[in-house]
Nanobody, 115 residues
Framework: QVQLVESGGGLVQAGGSLRLACAASGSIFSIKAMGWYRQAPGKQRELVGS???????SYADSVKGRFTISRDSAKNTVYLQMNSLKPEDTAVYYCNAQLPYTGYWGQGTQVTVSS
């Protein structure tokens, strides 16, 4: 099993920045990819970006150029740096760990961007 704990959410004005962190523990050597998702009220959960075990990173078009995923392997932590935030980025952000046959989710952290 894998446990994921997100942190770093909060309230920020449009144009501001936040950095989210996702600390993983447990069977981390089985993780194939880590992803950041978000879910706004009344909307489906959507993929924001992901990083594979070999460091391949991809982003949703809506966040390209504004968000950056990185990781600190020594701390088993993946980060989501969010710059130039917009009100439409407001959502609960979730961390996901993908293993060969299953996945795990963190508890989510709220990001609110005021206009």
């Amino acid at each position: 099993q894998v446990q994921l704990v997100e942190s770093g959410g909060g309230l920020v004005q449009a144009g501001g920045s936040l950095r989210l962190a996702c600390a993983a523990s447990g069977s981390i050597f089985s993780i194939k990819a880590m992803g950041w998702y978000r879910q706004a009220p009344g909307k489906q959960r959507e993929l924001v970006g992901s990083i594979t075990s070999i460091g391949r990173i991809s982003y949703a078009d809506s966040v390209k150029g504004r968000f950056t995923i990185s990781r600190d392997s020594a701390k088993n932590t993946v980060y989501l740096q969010m710059n130039s935030l917009k009100p439409e980025d407001t959502a609960v952000y979730y961390c996901n760990a993908q293993l060969p046959y299953t996945g795990y989710w963190g508890q989510g952290t709220q990001v609110t961007v005021s206009s």
